[in-house]
């Protein structure tokens, strides 16, 4: 027992009351109480501060302090200490208030005696030391519990959670908070809650002990397998709540669904072995340590020609017999390797099994050892199955990664590794290396014409020629479309390259006769020489390509040789048509007007609008510098729409200024005209500028019409319910269906200028001429003649009664300025 005397702190102002407590507490047998007096809260702020009192009595009323300011300072300097307020009859509420901010009691003054005091200050002091023992209790299971491996969960009578401890957290997935005040279930997995619900149901009716194994399923969907436990919490015989451990054995249930499954496994693979090996599509064998056969399988059976019973104790060399496909000589036996290496091998990349019977198919394979319980190698299994055809397949994807589909020739990626061979060899032998490339002329126009089918038979057809005129140690490959390329090995001079292109020329000369057409097809050939235009491969091709785009410019059905030069050209080309782009943004297109005249009457009756360019560079260039480079890049679209609305705008701006207008021919291209949105764009142009429909004519060309020419009629209709007039121009150069020109809603036909050039010293010219001529008034059609450019051509065409003529003899193409003064002055001059 501990004898030391209890140190009691005395804050009392009053010293009656003081003497009163003092005497009450001294007077204890053994002097329990050892008791210090202060009579002001700052003195004994000093006394705290440098001493420690067990027990502080506080009286709220002090000179320099009342109230729970007083209690606050000491609570503050004596957290500690067992704090006793000493309380009138005035105050207790503030000593109430005071035990609310931590006060462990109050004593009234007016109840102090010898005999109650010292029991009443004892019981207080027993009872925290009580306290703190519970609390330290509680602390040290508390950390036994979270050091527990095991989950734990505490639950009230009601079933209500009031306590888990650290595993339970980590098992269940849910924290101290979402657990207090829940029932045990709230984190049993959906599928287990029921069954679990059932089990427990059945042993509380029992009072048997619980326990059963369900899954937890946490917040992030994982999931956890877990064993209870389950245990009443009595009160003597009352039950007052329940304890629950929980431990974690997804180890061991993820083990016993391993194991679990493999036996099951098990027993499917023994039941069903037998029937496998027999239906399974390779071939299986086994032998005994000596390497004679124990085992074949039906297809074993046919692909050695052996059956099971008279192949087992055979060796095995003799039942599965293999060669290199290579050397044709004996492979070694995978077998045999296997049970003496005690490893997996397999045959080589082309071993061929010879058949009982003498057959050869080729064949893959993997043999393994076979063990007994102690590991030793007790013989050897191999799996085989045909592949002939798998590996013809792969030749011919090969075959196929490497040469063009359509007509076998070999592709561009093959063309690369024989041209990079090719001039090693011409360096090492001090020879030369040819590049033809091929572009087939006109062929577009058959293809859309005659069908992609009858194009594919033509391609088929054009690449036999090539490969008949050059020799085998040349390459002729397809690029693409109706492009080829002629790789010529190790020759000595350029003039060889010239003589096959020239011999390409004359073999196309001959008509391909196809599904009962006759189709003419004719090449343009561009050259390249290694090492004279180049030493690597893409620079050979790029100047061969140039070459080709001369020879398409130099009016097709040629060859041309590379030279330095045409890269300059080439270059201006690409400039070009970058700076057609600028061109549009930035407005640098304009139109002239050539005046069309009547010439029987001499009078204005419509004009062309031909578009020019200003660069900025290059000054005005002519549409034969820009046209043919926007149709091959698309950009013919944009600018067409260009042409058609500025046209319009501009005869609108002249009926506008009061000038006497006159319809206005603008020329449509092919890619506009088959556009989707061609209809709605020039509806759209012609209602923004205003201008009536019957001051805008469109020339299209006969190749354009005749494209599809059901679609081509179905767009004139909608055209001429417009109120748009239609012309043919350059007619005579292509050709035409009498039957659809009939049928087309047209309502001029437009001589080309090249026929009209040479009609007074060219009779065939003239007479093709008076035909057209004749024929458009058959068909009730104006005819306007192009190119007029003297008095003698003018009078041979008002001879054959031309409606219209159009040429510098009357005016060269004028500015928008310009020609709004001929529309004053034209029709009044005598």
Not at 284 to 290: E, F, G, Q
Request: net charge negative; glycine share 6%.
């Amino acid at each position: 027992m501990n004898d030391t005397p209890t140190t009691v702190l005395l804050i009392e102002d009053d010293p009656a009351d003081a003497k009163l407590i003092q005497d009450a507490l001294a007077g204890t047998e053994n002097s329990l109480f050892h008791v210090e007096w202060v009579a002001r809260l700052a003195d004994a702020l000093d006394r705290l501060q440098g001493e420690r009192f067990e027990v502080v009595l506080l009286d709220l009323s002090l000179p320099d302090s009342r109230g729970l300011e007083a209690f606050d300072q000491i609570f503050q300097a004596a957290p500690d200490s067992l704090i006793l307020v000493l309380s009138g009859l005035t105050d207790e509420d503030t000593a109430h208030q005071a035990m609310q901010r931590g006060a462990h009691d109050y004593l009234s003054k007016g109840h102090v005696d010898a005999h109650w005091l010292p029991r009443a200050l004892r019981y207080v002091i027993d009872r925290k030391t009580a306290q703190g023992a519970l609390q330290g209790s509680e602390e040290r299971f508390r950390a036994m519990s979270d050091a527990s491996p095991l989950g734990i969960f505490v639950s009230d009578a009601e079933g209500s959670c009031i306590y888990t401890n650290q595993a339970h957290h980590t098992i269940s997935g849910l924290s101290l908070e979402q657990t207090l005040g829940t029932n045990w279930s709230t984190a049993i997995h959906p599928e287990d809650r029921e069954r679990v619900r059932a089990e427990w149901i059945d042993a509380a009716r029992g009072h048997a002990p619980f326990q059963t194994e369900f899954r937890f399923l946490q917040g992030d969907e994982s999931i956890v397998w877990t064993r209870v436990n389950s245990a009443a919490m009595l009160d003597g015989k009352k039950w007052i709540g329940l304890v629950q451990t929980v431990e974690d054995i997804t180890e061991r249930k993820e083990a016993e669904f391993v194991l679990q499954a493999a036996e099951e496994s098990l027993f499917e693979e023994k039941e069903r072995a037998q029937v496998t090996l027999n239906s399974i599509g390779d071939a299986v064998m086994t032998t005994d340590i000596h390497g004679r056969v124990t085992y074949l399988n039906l297809v074993a059976e046919t692909m050695t020609g052996w059956s099971c019973e008279d192949a087992i104790g055979q060796p095995v060399a003799d039942v599965f017999h293999i060669l290199d496909g290579t050397t044709r000589l004996a492979a070694a036996n995978p077998m045999l390797r296997a049970m003496a290496d005690d490893e997996t091998v397999g045959l080589g990349t082309d071993s061929v099994l010879v058949r009982r019977d003498g057959f050869e198919s080729a064949i893959e394979d993997s043999a393994a050892p076979i063990h007994n319980r102690d590991g030793q190698v007790v013989g050897a299994v191999i799996v085989f199955h045909d592949v002939s055809e798998s590996r013809a397949m792969a030749l011919e994807m090969a075959h196929l990664a490497q040469h063009d589909f359509l007509t076998s020739l070999p592709n561009r990626l093959l063309l690369i590794e024989r041209f990079a061979h090719a001039i090693k060899m011409a360096q090492r032998n001090h020879k030369q290396v040819g590049l033809l490339f091929i572009d087939l002329d006109n062929f577009k126009h058959i293809n859309d014409s005659l069908g992609h089918a009858i194009g594919d038979q033509l391609l088929q057809s054009v690449a036999n020629r090539l490969v008949e005129c050059v020799r085998t140690t040349d390459t002729v490959c397809r690029q693409g479309g109706d492009e080829f390329v002629i790789l010529l090995a190790e020759i000595s001079q350029p003039l060889d390259a010239a003589q096959v292109a020239a011999s390409l020329r004359a073999a196309l000369d001959v008509p391909h006769r196809i599904d009962g057409h006759e189709l003419h097809i004719s090449l343009s050939v561009g050259i390249s020489i290694f090492p004279d235009d180049g030493t690597e491969v893409d620079v050979l091709m790029q100047n061969a390509d140039t070459a080709m785009y001369h020879a398409k410019a130099s009016g097709r059905n040629n060859y041309q040789f590379f030279k330095a030069e045409m890269n300059t050209r080439a270059v201006r080309r690409q400039r070009v048509e970058g700076s057609l782009r600028r061109a549009l943004k930035q407005d640098e297109f304009l139109l002239h007007y050539q005046p069309k005249i009547d010439l029987a009457t001499g009078a204005m009756t419509g004009a062309e609008a031909l578009i020019r360019w200003q660069d900025p560079e290059l000054g005005i260039l002519y549409p034969a510098h820009f046209i043919p480079i926007a149709e091959e890049n698309g950009l013919i679209v944009p600018i067409g729409r260009w042409v058609l609305r500025e046209a319009c705008r501009q005869v609108q701006a002249w009926l506008d200024s009061g000038l006497p207008a006159v319809p206005v021919a603008v020329n449509i291209s092919a890619m506009e005209f088959r556009h989707d949105s061609f209809l709605k764009w020039l509806a759209l142009i012609l209602k923004e500028t205003g201008l009536a429909p019957r001051y805008l004519q469109l020339e299209l060309t006969e190749s354009i019409l005749m494209h599809d020419a059901e679609s081509s009629a179905s767009v004139l209709d909608a055209l001429k319910t417009m109120g748009v007039k239609l012309a043919i121009d350059d007619f005579g150069t292509g050709y035409s269906s009498l039957s659809y020109l009939k049928r087309f809603p047209i309502d001029t036909l437009k001589i080309d200028q090249s026929l009209v050039r040479d009609i007074v010293t060219d009779a065939d010219d003239a007479t093709i001429v008076a035909a057209v001529i004749g024929m458009g008034k058959n068909l009730k059609q104006r005819v306007i003649a192009e190119g007029v450019e003297t008095r003698e051509q003018l009078a041979f065409l008002q001879a054959q009664h031309c409606d219209e003529g159009q040429g510098f003899h009357f005016s060269h193409p004028v500015s928008a300025e310009q020609f709004a003064r001929l529309l004053q002055t034209w029709n009044d001059a005598p």
